[in-house]
C-alpha cells in the first residue's frame, strides 16, 4: 500500500515562502497522480494542486496560481510544493495525496475521494 508522509509547514510571516515536501512510498511503480490539499477547520477540503506525474501536467487553484509551483521528483519519490508570496487565506492543514493511476488533474481535484493514500497533515501557519 502506497504511503506518504509531508513534512516542511510551519509558521511564516504574510509575504514569506514554504516548501512542503512528501514522500511516497510502498509501491514501485512511476506513475502517480499527486496532489496537495489544504483544509481549514469547519471547511471542505480543497485541491491547492495536482499533478499527473508520468505526463507533467497540472492543476492549481486559482487563489494560488503563479505564486504555488507543485513539482515531483521521480528519483525520489517526493512530492514538493513550492509556496511563495504567502498570505494569510493560505492558513491551513496542508494534506498530500496519491493514486497509483495516470489522471487528468483539472478533473480530479474536485474529487478527493479519487485519492486512495493520504499523508497525516503538515500545518502553515501565515500571520500578517
Known amino acids: 500500500q502506497v504511503q506518504v508522509l509531508e513534512s516542511g509547514g510551519g509558521s511564516v510571516q504574510a509575504g514569506g515562502s514554504l516548501r512542503l515536501s512528501c514522500a511516497v512510498s510502498?509501491?514501485?511503480?512511476?506513475?502517480?497522480?499527486m496532489a496537495w490539499f489544504r483544509q481549514v477547520t469547519g471547511k471542505e477540503r480543497e485541491a491547492v494542486a495536482v499533478?499527473?506525474?508520468?505526463?507533467?501536467?497540472?492543476y492549481y487553484a486559482d487563489s494560488v496560481k503563479g505564486r504555488f509551483t507543485i513539482s515531483h521528483d521521480n528519483a525520489e519519490r517526493t512530492l514538493y510544493l513550492q509556496m511563495r508570496s504567502l498570505n494569510p487565506e493560505a492558513t491551513a492543514m496542508y494534506y498530500c495525496?496519491?493514486?497509483?493511476?495516470?489522471?487528468?488533474?483539472?478533473?480530479?481535484?474536485?474529487?478527493?475521494?479519487?485519492?486512495?493514500?493520504w499523508g497525516q497533515g503538515t500545518q502553515v501557519t501565515v500571520s500578517s
Open positions: 495525496a496519491a493514486q497509483i493511476v495516470w489522471c487528468s488533474p483539472a478533473l480530479v481535484a474536485r474529487r478527493p475521494e479519487f485519492f486512495t493514500s
Open positions: 499533478i499527473s506525474t508520468r505526463a507533467g501536467s497540472t
Open positions: 510502498g509501491y514501485n511503480y512511476s506513475a502517480y497522480c
